[in-house]
């Protein structure tokens, strides 16, 4: 049987964050481990640079390890609470990425429509997004808000991705800048509890592996 395992992902170096990325900053603090209930995960972190080509290469081999969750976690520069994005779309995409490519056409195809749509243009977690702001806000210092507003340039576009392979366990979190004002260390408390509210919703729907 496979290791038990959860990815966290954060990205690299970008404009307006080339010294560092405030998500990778928090996501590598994270512990190796990560204990719920009687099984210990693993916890695979992967700093993801900021172009379309690595996330076209990056989330495939994510998936093909069958991870229990996956938690995407960007920097917003515009906020300071820790955002829980209920959603990406799948148009928009025009910006060009840090090695300054942009994608061929501004539209995602998607394999998650359903019968009844000729296009999809937007996918959703499937994780209560609402629930886990709410308790993190009763329970932590830390304020977490839930957003619609995950963006068209990488943050959307590895959210899509993901979403488009299992919406029950993909995640993405937006951060703000570090000391912004949150320090690493609290960016990524905030992260790990969030990782296990996650578990805790899929352990009660049946759906860890």
Not at 5 to 32: K, Y
Not at 119 to 147: G, M, P, W
Not at 149 to 166: A, M, P
Request: proline share 7%.
């Amino acid at each position: 049987m496979p290791p038990k395992t959860i990815v966290v992902t954060g990205f690299g170096p970008f404009v307006g964050h080339e010294d560092r990325n405030a998500s990778w900053e928090a996501v590598r603090l994270l512990p190796d481990v990560f204990h719920f209930r009687k099984d210990a995960y693993e916890i695979q972190k992967y700093e993801v640079p900021v172009t379309y080509e690595s996330v076209d290469r990056i989330v495939p081999r994510i998936w093909d390890s069958k991870p229990g969750l996956v938690v995407h976690v960007g920097v917003h520069g515009k906020i300071n609470t820790i955002n829980l994005e209920h959603c990406s779309y799948a148009s928009g995409y025009c910006k060009p990425d840090f090695a300054n490519r942009c994608l061929p056409c501004d539209k995602i195809t998607v394999n998650s429509k359903t019968e009844e749509q000729e296009i999809c243009t937007v996918l959703q977690t499937n994780l209560d997004v609402e629930r886990i702001a709410r308790e993190l806000n009763l329970e932590t210092n830390v304020k977490c808000c839930c957003s619609t507003e995950v963006g068209n340039y990488l943050c959307g576009y590895i959210y899509l991705k993901s979403l488009d392979i299992d919406p029950d366990r993909t995640l993405f979190v937006h951060v703000p800048p570090v000391g912004k004002p949150y320090s690493s260390e609290e960016t990524m408390a905030a992260v790990y509890n969030i990782v296990g509210k996650c578990l805790e919703q899929l352990f009660a729907e049946k759906k860890l592996p």
